[in-house]
Protein backbone atom coordinates (compact mmCIF):
# COMPACT_ATOMS: atom_id res chain seq x y z
CA UNK A 1 0.00 0.00 0.00
CA UNK A 2 1.19 3.61 -0.48
CA UNK A 3 2.78 5.87 2.31
CA UNK A 4 0.02 8.10 2.42
CA UNK A 5 -3.39 8.70 4.42
CA UNK A 6 -6.23 6.17 2.91
CA UNK A 7 -8.60 6.22 5.93
CA UNK A 8 -9.69 8.80 8.45
CA UNK A 9 -11.53 6.87 11.33
CA UNK A 10 -13.70 8.84 13.45
CA UNK A 11 -13.98 7.92 17.44
CA UNK A 12 -16.17 9.59 19.08
CA UNK A 13 -16.04 9.42 23.08
CA UNK A 14 -18.11 9.86 26.02
CA UNK A 15 -17.93 8.32 29.08
CA UNK A 16 -17.05 5.09 27.43
CA UNK A 17 -13.05 4.38 29.24
CA UNK A 18 -14.22 0.80 29.91
CA UNK A 19 -14.62 0.04 26.30
CA UNK A 20 -12.09 2.17 24.84
CA UNK A 21 -8.73 0.42 24.72
CA UNK A 22 -10.85 -2.97 23.16
CA UNK A 23 -11.62 -0.50 20.72
CA UNK A 24 -8.58 1.78 20.11
CA UNK A 25 -6.44 -1.85 19.62
CA UNK A 26 -8.51 -2.76 17.25
CA UNK A 27 -7.05 -0.59 15.01
CA UNK A 28 -3.65 -0.35 16.73
CA UNK A 29 -3.10 -4.03 15.66
CA UNK A 30 -3.91 -3.29 11.66
CA UNK A 31 -0.88 -3.80 9.62
CA UNK A 32 -1.58 -0.86 7.61
CA UNK A 33 -1.68 1.61 10.94
CA UNK A 34 0.50 3.97 9.21
CA UNK A 35 -2.28 4.60 6.34
CA UNK A 36 -4.70 5.53 9.06
CA UNK A 37 -5.52 8.76 10.52
CA UNK A 38 -7.46 8.18 13.53
CA UNK A 39 -9.23 11.78 14.79
CA UNK A 40 -10.39 10.62 18.60
CA UNK A 41 -13.01 13.73 19.90
CA UNK A 42 -14.04 13.49 23.37
CA UNK A 43 -17.59 14.61 23.48
CA UNK A 44 -16.77 16.77 27.09
CA UNK A 45 -16.22 13.29 28.52
CA UNK A 46 -16.20 13.23 32.57
CA UNK A 47 -14.53 9.91 32.48
CA UNK A 48 -10.91 8.79 31.90
CA UNK A 49 -11.36 8.12 28.25
CA UNK A 50 -9.26 11.53 26.94
CA UNK A 51 -6.22 10.42 28.94
CA UNK A 52 -6.35 7.29 27.34
CA UNK A 53 -6.85 8.26 24.18
CA UNK A 54 -3.78 10.71 24.53
CA UNK A 55 -1.44 7.73 25.95
CA UNK A 56 -2.54 6.24 22.10
CA UNK A 57 -1.55 9.62 20.39
CA UNK A 58 1.78 9.72 22.73
CA UNK A 59 2.80 5.60 21.80
CA UNK A 60 1.75 6.41 17.74
CA UNK A 61 2.06 10.01 16.43
CA UNK A 62 1.23 10.81 13.31
CA UNK A 63 -1.42 8.47 13.45
CA UNK A 64 -3.67 9.66 16.35
CA UNK A 65 -5.64 13.06 16.62
CA UNK A 66 -7.08 13.34 19.82
CA UNK A 67 -9.73 16.54 20.34
CA UNK A 68 -11.09 17.49 23.29
CA UNK A 69 -14.01 19.89 23.22
CA UNK A 70 -17.28 20.45 24.81
CA UNK A 71 -20.28 18.36 25.01
CA UNK A 72 -22.11 18.38 21.83
CA UNK A 73 -23.43 15.23 21.03
CA UNK A 74 -22.66 12.72 18.56
CA UNK A 75 -23.62 14.53 15.23
CA UNK A 76 -21.14 17.35 17.03
CA UNK A 77 -18.20 15.03 16.97
CA UNK A 78 -18.91 14.02 13.49
CA UNK A 79 -18.70 17.28 12.54
CA UNK A 80 -15.44 18.43 13.44
CA UNK A 81 -14.32 14.82 12.60
CA UNK A 82 -15.09 15.71 8.90
CA UNK A 83 -13.42 19.03 8.98
CA UNK A 84 -10.06 17.61 10.56
CA UNK A 85 -10.09 14.32 8.10
CA UNK A 86 -6.58 13.79 6.49
CA UNK A 87 -7.43 10.54 4.50
CA UNK A 88 -9.13 9.81 1.04
CA UNK A 89 -12.14 8.02 3.13
CA UNK A 90 -13.97 8.54 6.31
CA UNK A 91 -15.99 6.34 7.77
CA UNK A 92 -17.50 6.25 12.05
CA UNK A 93 -16.28 3.74 14.95
CA UNK A 94 -18.27 4.14 18.05
CA UNK A 95 -15.96 3.75 20.97
CA UNK A 96 -17.98 1.12 22.58
CA UNK A 97 -17.66 -0.78 19.16
CA UNK A 98 -14.80 -2.18 17.76
CA UNK A 99 -13.51 -3.52 14.06
CA UNK A 100 -12.08 -7.32 13.43
CA UNK A 101 -8.41 -6.54 12.83
CA UNK A 102 -8.05 -9.39 10.03
CA UNK A 103 -10.68 -8.42 8.02
CA UNK A 104 -10.22 -4.25 8.24
CA UNK A 105 -6.74 -5.12 7.41
CA UNK A 106 -8.17 -6.75 3.75
CA UNK A 107 -10.68 -3.94 3.70
CA UNK A 108 -7.88 -1.37 3.75
CA UNK A 109 -5.98 -3.60 1.02
CA UNK A 110 -8.97 -3.50 -1.24
CA UNK A 111 -10.27 -0.12 -0.73
CA UNK A 112 -6.29 1.20 -1.37
CA UNK A 113 -7.39 -0.02 -5.44
CA UNK A 114 -10.27 2.41 -6.06
CA UNK A 115 -11.76 5.05 -6.74
CA UNK A 116 -14.97 5.57 -5.04
CA UNK A 117 -17.70 7.41 -3.44
CA UNK A 118 -19.26 5.10 -1.03
CA UNK A 119 -17.92 2.15 0.11
CA UNK A 120 -19.80 -0.72 1.57
CA UNK A 121 -18.60 -3.42 4.19
CA UNK A 122 -20.34 -5.67 6.29
CA UNK A 123 -21.42 -5.36 10.36
CA UNK A 124 -22.12 -8.03 12.97
CA UNK A 125 -24.18 -7.24 16.45
CA UNK A 126 -22.57 -8.80 19.41
CA UNK A 127 -24.81 -9.40 22.30
CA UNK A 128 -22.62 -9.15 25.39
CA UNK A 129 -26.05 -10.50 27.72
CA UNK A 130 -25.77 -14.11 25.46
CA UNK A 131 -22.04 -15.29 25.22
CA UNK A 132 -21.24 -12.52 23.18
CA UNK A 133 -23.13 -14.07 20.37
CA UNK A 134 -22.20 -12.56 17.15
CA UNK A 135 -25.46 -12.19 14.73
CA UNK A 136 -24.43 -10.47 11.18
CA UNK A 137 -26.80 -7.79 10.31
CA UNK A 138 -28.14 -8.07 6.61
CA UNK A 139 -25.68 -7.57 3.87
CA UNK A 140 -26.28 -5.93 0.85
CA UNK A 141 -26.99 -7.82 -2.64
CA UNK A 142 -24.13 -6.22 -4.53
CA UNK A 143 -21.61 -8.21 -6.00
CA UNK A 144 -18.25 -7.37 -4.15
CA UNK A 145 -15.35 -5.20 -5.41
CA UNK A 146 -16.89 -4.14 -8.33
CA UNK A 147 -17.52 -0.46 -8.25
CA UNK A 148 -20.82 0.46 -10.19
CA UNK A 149 -23.04 3.87 -11.13
CA UNK A 150 -25.07 4.89 -8.13
CA UNK A 151 -27.71 5.42 -11.04
CA UNK A 152 -27.65 1.79 -12.33
CA UNK A 153 -29.03 0.23 -8.80
CA UNK A 154 -31.85 -1.63 -8.65
CA UNK A 155 -33.33 -0.30 -5.83
CA UNK A 156 -36.30 -1.84 -6.25
CA UNK A 157 -34.92 -4.78 -3.92
CA UNK A 158 -33.80 -2.29 -1.33
CA UNK A 159 -35.78 -1.81 1.70
CA UNK A 160 -35.29 1.31 3.15
CA UNK A 161 -32.22 2.73 4.20
CA UNK A 162 -30.00 -0.06 5.86
CA UNK A 163 -27.63 -0.48 3.17
CA UNK A 164 -26.19 2.57 4.19
CA UNK A 165 -26.19 2.81 7.56
CA UNK A 166 -23.38 4.09 9.32
CA UNK A 167 -21.36 1.16 10.36
CA UNK A 168 -21.77 -0.09 7.10
CA UNK A 169 -20.21 3.21 5.10
CA UNK A 170 -17.09 4.49 4.36
CA UNK A 171 -17.38 8.47 2.23
CA UNK A 172 -15.07 9.53 0.13
CA UNK A 173 -14.06 12.63 2.35
CA UNK A 174 -14.22 14.93 -1.09
CA UNK A 175 -18.34 13.61 -0.82
CA UNK A 176 -18.82 14.27 2.21
CA UNK A 177 -17.16 17.71 1.72
CA UNK A 178 -19.28 19.09 -1.50
CA UNK A 179 -22.31 17.75 0.60
CA UNK A 180 -21.76 20.56 2.74
CA UNK A 181 -23.13 17.89 5.34
CA UNK A 182 -23.50 19.58 9.10
CA UNK A 183 -25.50 17.21 11.67
CA UNK A 184 -27.69 18.46 14.04
CA UNK A 185 -25.94 18.89 17.10
CA UNK A 186 -27.00 17.52 20.81
CA UNK A 187 -29.90 15.55 18.77
CA UNK A 188 -30.53 11.95 18.32
CA UNK A 189 -31.27 9.99 15.49
CA UNK A 190 -28.16 12.01 13.46
CA UNK A 191 -27.40 8.69 11.77
CA UNK A 192 -30.70 9.40 9.32
CA UNK A 193 -29.18 12.70 7.77
CA UNK A 194 -25.57 11.18 7.71
CA UNK A 195 -27.09 8.77 5.55
CA UNK A 196 -29.47 10.46 3.37
CA UNK A 197 -27.94 13.79 2.89
CA UNK A 198 -24.53 12.44 1.53
CA UNK A 199 -25.76 9.67 -0.40
CA UNK A 200 -27.48 12.44 -3.10
CA UNK A 201 -24.33 13.27 -4.48
CA UNK A 202 -22.81 9.84 -4.36
CA UNK A 203 -22.38 8.60 -8.13
CA UNK A 204 -20.07 5.25 -7.51
CA UNK A 205 -20.26 2.86 -4.57
CA UNK A 206 -18.60 -0.43 -4.30
CA UNK A 207 -19.14 -2.80 -1.43
CA UNK A 208 -16.42 -5.40 -0.02
CA UNK A 209 -17.66 -8.33 1.74
CA UNK A 210 -15.68 -8.06 4.71
CA UNK A 211 -17.24 -8.39 8.30
CA UNK A 212 -15.21 -5.04 9.48
CA UNK A 213 -17.84 -3.10 12.23
CA UNK A 214 -18.07 -5.23 15.26
CA UNK A 215 -21.48 -3.47 16.57
CA UNK A 216 -21.06 -4.44 20.68
CA UNK A 217 -24.78 -4.96 22.46
CA UNK A 218 -24.00 -4.24 26.13
CA UNK A 219 -27.58 -4.91 27.44
CA UNK A 220 -30.68 -6.42 26.71
CA UNK A 221 -32.77 -3.12 26.76
CA UNK A 222 -30.35 -1.98 23.83
CA UNK A 223 -31.82 -3.98 21.55
CA UNK A 224 -35.51 -2.22 22.06
CA UNK A 225 -36.12 0.86 20.21
CA UNK A 226 -39.42 1.57 21.69
CA UNK A 227 -38.80 2.97 25.03
CA UNK A 228 -35.86 5.10 24.04
CA UNK A 229 -37.95 6.73 20.75
CA UNK A 230 -40.70 7.57 23.85
CA UNK A 231 -38.02 9.09 25.70
CA UNK A 232 -36.60 11.15 22.62
CA UNK A 233 -39.62 11.41 20.40
CA UNK A 234 -38.78 15.75 19.80
CA UNK A 235 -35.44 14.61 18.69
CA UNK A 236 -36.80 11.89 15.91
CA UNK A 237 -39.37 14.74 15.15
CA UNK A 238 -36.48 17.54 14.61
CA UNK A 239 -34.42 14.87 12.26
CA UNK A 240 -37.47 13.64 10.28
CA UNK A 241 -38.52 17.28 10.04
CA UNK A 242 -35.24 18.19 8.37
CA UNK A 243 -35.82 14.91 6.34
CA UNK A 244 -38.79 16.38 4.37
CA UNK A 245 -37.30 19.82 4.56
CA UNK A 246 -34.32 18.35 2.64
CA UNK A 247 -37.14 16.36 0.15
CA UNK A 248 -38.81 19.56 -0.17
CA UNK A 249 -35.88 21.78 -0.82
CA UNK A 250 -33.37 20.03 -2.56
CA UNK A 251 -32.55 20.12 -6.27
CA UNK A 252 -32.88 16.30 -6.79
CA UNK A 253 -32.96 15.24 -11.18
CA UNK A 254 -34.38 12.34 -12.38
CA UNK A 255 -32.62 9.51 -11.68
CA UNK A 256 -32.78 5.89 -10.13
CA UNK A 257 -30.73 7.52 -7.18
CA UNK A 258 -32.79 10.64 -6.58
CA UNK A 259 -35.80 8.78 -6.86
CA UNK A 260 -34.59 6.71 -4.53
CA UNK A 261 -33.41 9.23 -1.98
CA UNK A 262 -36.44 11.47 -2.10
CA UNK A 263 -38.48 7.94 -1.47
CA UNK A 264 -36.49 7.16 1.62
CA UNK A 265 -36.96 10.98 2.99
CA UNK A 266 -40.60 10.63 2.51
CA UNK A 267 -40.91 7.14 4.13
CA UNK A 268 -38.64 8.61 6.77
CA UNK A 269 -41.38 11.51 7.68
CA UNK A 270 -43.94 9.12 7.14
CA UNK A 271 -43.20 7.02 9.67
CA UNK A 272 -42.42 9.89 12.12
CA UNK A 273 -45.83 10.99 11.53
CA UNK A 274 -47.24 8.07 12.07
CA UNK A 275 -45.31 7.64 15.19
CA UNK A 276 -46.21 11.05 16.63
CA UNK A 277 -50.20 10.23 16.00
CA UNK A 278 -49.62 7.27 18.29
CA UNK A 279 -47.68 8.99 20.85
CA UNK A 280 -50.01 11.86 20.86
CA UNK A 281 -52.67 9.58 22.52
CA UNK A 282 -50.10 9.81 25.54
CA UNK A 283 -47.21 12.61 25.59
CA UNK A 284 -47.25 13.78 22.46
CA UNK A 285 -50.17 15.55 21.30
CA UNK A 286 -49.02 19.03 20.42
CA UNK A 287 -45.85 17.92 18.96
CA UNK A 288 -47.95 15.45 16.85
CA UNK A 289 -49.66 18.44 15.35
CA UNK A 290 -47.11 20.32 14.98
CA UNK A 291 -45.35 18.28 12.79
CA UNK A 292 -48.12 17.71 10.48
CA UNK A 293 -48.89 20.96 10.40
CA UNK A 294 -45.03 21.84 9.01
CA UNK A 295 -45.47 18.80 6.90
CA UNK A 296 -48.48 20.52 5.64
CA UNK A 297 -46.80 23.98 4.82
CA UNK A 298 -43.88 22.18 3.16
CA UNK A 299 -46.25 20.22 0.40
CA UNK A 300 -45.63 16.78 1.48
CA UNK A 301 -48.89 15.87 3.61
CA UNK A 302 -50.83 14.81 0.71
CA UNK A 303 -47.98 12.98 -0.87
CA UNK A 304 -47.31 11.23 2.29
CA UNK A 305 -51.28 10.17 2.24
CA UNK A 306 -50.92 9.25 -0.94
CA UNK A 307 -47.59 6.74 -0.21
CA UNK A 308 -48.66 5.55 3.32
CA UNK A 309 -51.03 3.21 3.45
CA UNK A 310 -50.80 3.55 7.35
CA UNK A 311 -51.72 7.25 6.99
CA UNK A 312 -54.49 6.52 4.66
CA UNK A 313 -56.37 4.89 7.17
CA UNK A 314 -55.80 7.76 9.74
CA UNK A 315 -56.89 10.34 7.12
CA UNK A 316 -60.23 7.68 6.47
CA UNK A 317 -60.78 6.73 10.13
CA UNK A 318 -58.15 7.64 13.10
CA UNK A 319 -60.35 5.53 15.30
CA UNK A 320 -59.53 2.72 13.07
CA UNK A 321 -56.27 3.70 12.80
CA UNK A 322 -55.26 3.98 16.77
CA UNK A 323 -56.87 0.52 17.09
CA UNK A 324 -54.65 -1.27 14.76
CA UNK A 325 -51.82 0.33 16.89
CA UNK A 326 -53.74 -1.25 19.62
CA UNK A 327 -54.07 -3.96 18.15
CA UNK A 328 -49.83 -4.52 16.76
CA UNK A 329 -49.23 -3.95 20.35
CA UNK A 330 -51.29 -6.27 22.26
CA UNK A 331 -49.96 -8.97 19.16
CA UNK A 332 -46.32 -8.17 20.06
Known amino acids: MENKKLLSVLIPVYNTEKYLPKCLDSL ?8 LDIIVVSDGSPDNSLNIAYNYQKNHPGVFNVIDKP ?58 FDNYRKELIPKVSFEPNVVIDADKIDYTSIIGDIFITMSKVAYSVEVLRKSGLELYEKCFY ?44 KDSSKVMLSCAEYAANHKFVDSAKDRWVYDS ?46 VKLYKFSPVLFFLSLKLKDFLR
Open 28 to 35: VASKYLEN
Open 71 to 128: NGGHGSTINRGIKEAKGRYFRVLDSDDWFDTDEFDNYLEKLSKVECDLVLSDTSKVFA
Open 190 to 233: VDVQYSLFVYSYVNSVVYFDNNVYQYFIGRPEQSVSTEGYKKHY
Open 265 to 310: LIQKASSNYINMRYLSLCVALKESKSFSKKLKTLGLLNIIYKKDKR
